[in-house]
T-cell receptor, first 114, second 115 residues
């Protein structure tokens, strides 16, 4: 069965510092991986995806994510955090051998401290 | 703006009542998904429709039902409402064209409050 884990409920980072939000996954086939962001009282916004190819994926708002097959991880990163990055972040996975169903993690709340 | 619309934005009702939430997917998207988001349960997948047919079921209660119409809009019906049904309900859509790997685009949500 496919699953995704976000081990941290909350991450606190000082503004200007690099940030990392962790995600690990489990699928039987090759993974398709996604990151979404949710701002207060808003729907989820698609940030980036990994399908195949380069392990470093660049997305919206200066975010990037690194796919690591051996560690089954897909951590979200940004070199310099902004206060406006404070939000709820969801990692999601889809097994390439299955249909459209995407499994979402429980979310990580990111707090950027001014 | 994701292109997915949901109505109403807010809904306040009483226990035991029935409500209908509506979703219009992005133009051209055939798949519609419904999710429930509550503070203690995170984002829970409820059900998926593809081109009018039910495709996958998640943690959807028997009191809840959904359908997708020929024009591809979808409705989620919640009946015999309980206090615990208070949550944000999201609709998402995705494309099934070549090159698409199923990333979903979310609507703004309907906030349901059951009193």
């Amino acid at each position: 069965a496919q699953s995704v884990a976000q081990p941290e409920d909350q991450v606190n980072v000082a503004e200007g510092n690099p940030l990392t939000v962790k995600c690990t996954y489990s699928v039987s086939g090759n993974p398709y991986l996604f990151w979404y962001v949710q701002y207060p009282n808003r729907g989820l916004q698609f940030l980036l995806k990994y399908i195949t190819g380069d392990n470093l994926v660049k997305g919206s708002y200066g975010f990037e994510a690194e796919f690591n097959k051996s560690q089954t991880s897909f951590h979200l990163k940004k070199p310099s955090a902004l206060v406006s990055d404070s939000a709820l972040y969801f990692c999601a996975v889809r097994d390439s051998n299955r249909d459209d169903k995407i499994i979402f993690g429980k979310g990580t709340r990111l707090h950027i401290l001014p | 703006d994701s292109g997915v619309t949901q109505t109403p934005k807010h809904l306040i009702t009483a226990t035991g009542q029935r409500v209908t939430l509506r979703c219009s997917p992005r133009s051209g998207d055939l798949s519609v998904y419904w999710y429930q988001q509550s503070l203690d349960q995170g984002l829970q997948f409820l059900i998926q429709y593809y081109n009018g047919e039910e495709r996958a079921k998640g943690n959807i209660l028997e009191r809840f039902s959904a359908q997708q119409f020929p024009d591809l809009h979808s409705e989620l019906n919640l009946s015999s409402l309980e206090l615990g049904d208070s949550a944000l309900y999201f609709c998402a859509s995705s494309a099934r064209t070549s090159g698409s790997v199923g990333e979903q685009f979310f609507g703004p949500g309907t906030r349901l409050t059951v009193l």
